[in-house]
């Protein structure tokens, strides 16, 4: 139902773009995020956008990475600047979609980023 990608190995201060399409019999959909999971830690939340464009993000990612959506494609993505080794997670999109059948929370697979100092 979502697929990431995008995700990969980059250098610290460098840049990186994560995607997330939904697919399916989609209705609507709600908000979508982006969450992460670093090796031996819990999932947190990295940002949210709502279906008209308002966003939220983690103070420690504010000002560096920027969440959008392209409503017409169901796609979620995650534009990631000035990257620090502390980024590096497993990275996930979540989101609120209605299908014809009903309504849920939907989680894509992970999608890894490194970040080398």
């Known amino acids: 139902q979502l697929q990431a990608s995008g995700g990969g190995l980059v250098q610290a201060g460098g840049s990186l773009r994560l995607s997330c399409k939904a697919s399916g019999s989609i209705f609507s959909i709600r908000a979508m995020a982006w969450y992460r999971q670093a090796p031996g830690q819990q999932r947190e939340f990295v940002a949210t956008?709502?279906?008209?464009?308002?966003?939220n993000y983690v103070d420690s990612v504010e000002g560096r990475f920027t969440i959008s959506r392209d409503n017409a494609k169901n796609t979620v993505y995650l534009q990631m600047n000035s990257l620090k080794p502390e980024d590096t997670a497993d990275y996930y999109c979540?989101?609120?979609?209605?299908?014809?059948?009903?309504?849920?929370?939907?989680w894509g697979q992970g999608t890894q980023v490194t970040v080398s100092s």
């Open positions: 979540n989101a609120d979609i209605t299908t014809t059948s009903r309504s849920r929370y939907y």
């Open positions: 956008i709502t279906s008209g464009g308002s966003t």
